[in-house]
T-cell receptor, first 111, second 113 residues
Framework: GENVEQHPSTLSVQEGDSAVIKCTYS??????FPWYKQELGKRPQLIID?????GEKKDQRIAVTLNKTAKHFSLHITETQPEDSAVYFC??????????FGRGTSLIVHP | SAVISQKPSRDICQRGTSLTIQCQVD?????MFWYRQQPGQSLTLIAT?????????ESGFVIDKFPISRPNLTFSTLTVSNMSPEDSSIYLC??????????FGDGTRLSIL
C-alpha cells in the first residue's frame, strides 16, 4: 500500500505529561488504522485501533483520533508513566487487508 | 486474539546455509504475513501467504531467497536461503483474519556469522 508518514521519530516527555504521535496517509481506500506498542525485544502489540466510520476512540489513558478529510490520525497518551516507554507504530489498511506501517516513534518517559 | 507460536526464537547460522522458521497459530486464519525488522527500524513486509495459493512477495524480496509454505490455515514457514550477514535481522510472523486486528508472533532473532 501507499506509505504512511509518522512523526515524531523520537518523543521525550516527563512522567505525567501527555504524548501525541501523528500519522498521515494519502490514499482514500484506507479504512482501518491500528496502533502498536513494541517494547524492547518483544513483539508489536495492538493497543488501540479505529475504523473510518469513527472519529475518536478511547481506552483509559489512550485515545486515537481520525480525520478522514485531512487523512491523518493521532495517538494520544495522557498521564504518561515510565512503562509507556516503547516504540509506537501506526498502520493503515484498506480492502486488501494488507497493512502498511509507519516508521515508528520512540517514546521515552522520564520519571 | 490468535495465539501465534514462532520458532526458533533465535539462531546463529553460518553464511551460505539456510534456516526455516515455523509459525503455528492456534486458530484458522486467512492471512499470514512475514516481516523483517532491523534493529531500531520499522516492520518491512516480505510476503503475504494465503493458504492454497502462492505467496505474494513485496518489492525487493524474491521466492528463491525467501521461499514460503502455507500448507493449511494454521501453519506457515519462511526459509531464509543462502544466508549472508545482511540477512541478520528479526523475522516476524503475523496473522490477520479478514478485517480483524493483526497480531504478531514473538519473532526469530537471526544472526549470520
Amino acid at each position: 500500500g501507499e506509505n504512511v508518514e509518522q512523526h515524531p521519530s523520537t518523543l521525550s516527555v516527563q512522567e505525567g505529561d501527555s504524548a501525541v504521535i501523528k500519522c498521515t496517509y494519502s490514499d482514500s481506500a484506507s479504512n482501518y488504522f491500528p496502533w502498536y506498542k513494541q517494547e524492547l525485544g518483544k513483539r508489536p502489540q495492538l493497543i488501540i485501533d479505529i475504523r473510518s466510520n469513527v472519529g475518536e476512540k478511547k481506552d483509559q489513558r489512550i485515545a486515537v483520533t481520525l480525520n478522514k478529510t485531512a487523512k491523518h490520525f493521532s495517538l494520544h497518551i495522557t498521564e504518561t508513566q515510565p512503562e509507556d516507554s516503547a516504540v509506537y507504530f501506526c498502520a493503515k489498511s484498506g480492502g486488501s487487508y494488507i497493512p502498511t506501517f509507519g516508521r515508528g516513534t520512540s517514546l521515552i518517559v522520564h520519571p | 486474539s490468535a495465539v501465534i507460536s514462532q520458532k526458533p526464537s533465535r539462531d546463529i547460522c553460518q553464511r551460505g546455509t539456510s534456516l526455516t522458521i515455523q509459525c503455528q497459530v492456534d486458530s484458522q486464519v486467512t492471512m499470514m504475513f512475514w516481516y523483517r525488522q532491523q534493529p531500531g527500524q520499522s516492520l518491512t513486509l516480505i510476503a503475504t501467504a494465503n493458504q492454497g495459493s502462492e505467496a505474494t512477495y513485496e518489492s525487493g524480496f524474491v521466492i528463491d531467497k525467501f521461499p514460503i509454505s502455507r500448507p493449511n490455515l494454521t501453519f506457515s514457514t519462511l526459509t531464509v536461503s543462502n544466508m549472508s550477514p545482511e540477512d541478520s535481522s528479526i523475522y516476524l510472523c503475523s496473522t490477520r483474519q479478514g478485517d480483524q486486528p493483526q497480531h504478531f508472533g514473538d519473532g526469530t532473532r537471526l544472526s549470520i556469522l
